[in-house]
């Protein structure tokens, strides 16, 4: 007998990813980030207005290595709950410093991972029945 898919460990594992991602789709507050520093590179990633937020940047002057989060404040103003699926831009500096952006708005996340993971979920369920069909000495399954 197969367990109920909502008594899947996948299933629960799953709960927090989504619950992740529908947290930073309506956190509203000051947009937080997180900075890592590697060299003459930056990586920081943060929560900006409904999207998620990354940003490379190179500075070809600054080396060392560093990890910071920041966290501020944000006068209230008007809120886009559906912002662009993808946006990408790359802003080139003199002295050879540039910064690629890339935001993800939350909204698009949540539809690419709802499928992904409850394909997965589906699929394993169904793999668990295959695998119960052809075990040796299981009773054939009766027509319904």
């Known amino acids: 007998m197969i367990r109920p898919w909502y008594r899947s460990r996948l299933f629960w594992l799953g709960i927090p990813g989504l619950l992740f991602l529908l947290w930073g789709w309506v956190d509203w507050s000051a947009p937080p980030s997180l900075t890592v520093k590697i060299g003459n590179s930056r990586v920081i990633a943060g929560n900006s207005a409904g999207a998620l937020r990354m940003v490379w940047a ?22 886009n709950p559906f912002p662009p699926a993808i946006r990408h831009w790359k ?12 935001t993800i708005g939350y909204w698009f996340l949540i539809i690419v991972y709802l499928p992904l993971w409850l394909g997965v979920l589906a699929g394993w369920q169904r793999h668990k029945v295959r695998l119960v069909k052809t075990e040796p000495g299981a009773a054939p399954e009766l027509p319904v």
């Open 58 to 79: 190179t500075n070809p002057s600054g080396t060392g290595m560093a990890i910071s989060g920041r966290t501020g404040t944000r006068a209230p103003d008007l809120i």
């Open 91 to 102: 802003v080139n500096l003199p002295g050879g410093s540039r910064f690629i952006t890339v």
